[in-house]
C-alpha cells in the first residue's frame, strides 16, 4: 500500500462524456430523440455479428484532455473487452482501455498550487441507463435507456493525492475549466461524473467507493457524510461500493468491491491497434488553444498580477473577448479587466444574458474605457452607457455628444450644484457636522444626480467638504 500521510485519502475516477455527434464504435447520434431506445443499432446493442468502427473525433478529443493534463501519449491505440454481467450493458463486456491507457503519469494543479497526479486517462463506451421507477432501493424492476450506451467516454483516474472534499471539489472545478477552454464537452448535454475512493487513517486506510455522484456540490457532501460515516462505524468499514443518496443525503451499500483481475480483461478482437504517430500527435497539439493557467500567467507577464484578470482567465468567452479590447493598443489592460469582470459581468448577470445575447461588443467597452481614461466622462456614466448597451446598440462617442454626458470640467459651475444641494439639505449638513460621515455620501450623492453623474466625483468631494466647513 501507498504510504500516506493524511488523516483522508481521497482518489477520483471521473467519466466525462466527449461532445462528439455520434457514439464512440456506431453511427448512432449522441444527442436528438429522447424517446427511449430509439438512438440504437446492432453495434451499441452488440448484436452477434456487428462490428464496431472507432469514431476519430472521439479519439482526437481525449488525446486533447489527455495532453492538457500533462500525460504521457501512449504509441498506440488498444482496446479491451471488460466482462461483466449487468442489466445496462447488453453484450455483458463493455469496450474500454486496460493494459495501455491513451494516457498516464499526468498531473493538474488545484487553485491552492497542490499538484494531483493523473494515473490514467483513457477511452471507453457508455452502458445504458437505468430507471428504477420508485428509487433505486425501493423498484421491485428496473426499465432500461440504450439510447446512451456507447456514447464516448474518457475516464480521468487520479491518485490518491487528495486530502480532503474541499480539494476534490477543487479538483472537479479545475477539470471542468480545461474542458470548456478545449470545447470538447458541451455542458448543455454532456454528463460528467465522479467515482470516489475514500479511506481515512482510522481503517488502516481500508477503501470504499461511492458510484456515479454527479455535481459538485454533490461530490463534496458525499465525502463529507462519508468520511463522518467511517470514523464513527470504524469496526464495520469494509473494501465496498456504496451508492449516493443525494435526497437523503446518504451513502448505502451496492455491493462488495470488485478487483480489476474479475472482470477478465481481454483485447478486442473486432477493433485493430492503432498508431498515435508523431504527426497525429503534433496536429492536435497544434490545434490546442491556450489554457486558463497559461492566459493567467501571459496576463501576469505582461500587466502584472491582477485579481480581476485571474477571474477572467477562467472563462474561455469572457478571456476572448477581454483579449479583443486588449488589442487595442491606447487601452490601458488593467482598467479594462475591471470593466470586463466587473461592470460586463453585472450587467449580463441582472439582465439574466449570456456574453453573446446582447448587442454589447469589444469595441463598445474600447470606447467607453477610453473616454473614462481621457476623463471625458466618469465611472458613473460608462456604466450607465453599458447598461444601455444591453437593450440596444449604439454608437458610445456619438450617443454621449448627443446627449451631452461629457464630464463638467466647469470648476464653477460645479461649486454652484454643490451650495444648491447644502442649502436644500440642511439637516443632512448638521448631521455631518456632528461627526456623521455617512450624511456627506448622502449629499456627495444628491449632487452627482443632480448633475447626471457628469461632475467629477472627486472634485465634488473636495468642494463639498470645504463649503460645509
Known amino acids: ?12 475516477e471521473i467519466h466525462v462524456e466527449l461532445a462528439t455527434d455520434t457514439k464512440l464504435f456506431c453511427g448512432c447520434s449522441t444527442h436528438g430523440d429522447d424517446k427511449p431506445n430509439s438512438r440504437t443499432c446492432e453495434v451499441c446493442l452488440g448484436h452477434p455479428g456487428s462490428k464496431p468502427v472507432l469514431n476519430k473525433k472521439a479519439v482526437d478529443y481525449a488525446l486533447k484532455l489527455g495532453l492538457a493534463l500533462n500525460c504521457k501519449v501512449a504509441p498506440e491505440l488498444i482496446f479491451s473487452r471488460k466482462s461483466y454481467f449487468y442489466p445496462d450493458m447488453s453484450k455483458n463486456y463493455q469496450i474500454t482501455q486496460y493494459e495501455i491507457p491513451l494516457g498516464e503519469k499526468g498531473k493538474l494543479r488545484l487553485n491552492s498550487g497542490k499538484t494531483i497526479g493523473i494515473t490514467r486517462v483513457h477511452m471507453e463506451e457508455d452502458p ?20 446512451r450506451s456507447g456514447d464516448p467516454l474518457v475516464e480521468v483516474v487520479t491518485e490518491p493525492d487528495l486530502s480532503s472534499p474541499e480539494e476534490a471539489r477543487d479538483f472537479m472545478k479545475q477539470l471542468i475549466l480545461i474542458l470548456n477552454y478545449l470545447e470538447i464537452f458541451d455542458v448543455n448535454r454532456c454528463i460528467i461524473k465522479a467515482d470516489v475512493n475514500i479511506s481515512i487513517k482510522e481503517s488502516n486506510y481500508t477503501r470504499v467507493e461511492i458510484k456515479n455522484i ?4 454533490d461530490i463534496e457532501r458525499a465525502l463529507n457524510y462519508e468520511v463522518e460515516r467511517q470514523k464513527k462505524n470504524i469496526k464495520e468499514i469494509v473494501l ?7 435526497d437523503k443525503g446518504i ?3 451496492l455491493r462488495k468491491k470488485e478487483v480489476e483481475v474479475e472482470y477478465g480483461y481481454i483485447i478486442d478482437p473486432d477493433l485493430v491497434r492503432i498508431d498515435l504517430d508523431s504527426k497525429w500527435i503534433s496536429s492536435i497539439k497544434k490545434d490546442m488553444p491556450e489554457l486558463a493557467e497559461e492566459k493567467l500567467k501571459k496576463y501576469e507577464k505582461e500587466h502584472g498580477s491582477v485579481q480581476s484578470m485571474a477571474v477572467i482567465a477562467k472563462d474561455l468567452k469572457l478571456a476572448k473577448f477581454f483579449e479583443e479590447v486588449i488589442s487595442d493598443k491606447k487601452v490601458d489592460p488593467k482598467l479594462a479587466s475591471h470593466w470586463v469582470e466587473l461592470e460586463l459581468k453585472r450587467v449580463l ?13 469589444p469595441k463598445h467597452v474600447v470606447d467607453i474605457v477610453k473616454l473614462i481614461q481621457d476623463k471625458r466622462i466618469t465611472e458613473q456614466t460608462g456604466r450607465r452607457l453599458i447598461e444601455k448597451l444591453v437593450e440596444k446598440d449604439f454608437d458610445i462617442e456619438d450617443y454621449v455628444k448627443k446627449e451631452g454626458l461629457e464630464i463638467i470640467s466647469d470648476e464653477r459651475g460645479v461649486e454652484k450644484v454643490c451650495k444648491e444641494v447644502i442649502k436644500d439639505n440642511a439637516s443632512a449638513v448638521e448631521q455631518y457636522k456632528n461627526g456623521e460621515e455617512k450624511a456627506i455620501h448622502f449629499i456627495i450623492g444628491q449632487i452627482m444626480r443632480k448633475t ?18
Open 251 to 253: 451513502t448505502f451499500s
Open 1 to 12: 500500500m501507498k504510504k500516506f500521510t493524511s488523516d483522508v485519502v481521497i482518489g477520483l
Open 349 to 361: 448577470n441582472y439582465n439574466k444574458k449570456k456574453l453573446g445575447d446582447t448587442k454589447i461588443k
Open 128 to 147: 445504458a441507463s437505468l430507471v428504477h421507477p420508485s428509487g433505486m432501493q425501493k423498484s421491485s424492476y428496473v426499465l432500461v435507456d440504450y439510447n
Open 214 to 217: 454527479t455535481g459538485f456540490k
Open 240 to 246: 465496498e461500493t456504496r451508492a449516493w443518496d443525494s
Open 452 to 469: 447626471k453623474g457628469k461632475a467629477k466625483p472627486d472634485l465634488v468631494n473636495t468642494l463639498v467638504r470645504e463649503l460645509i466647513k
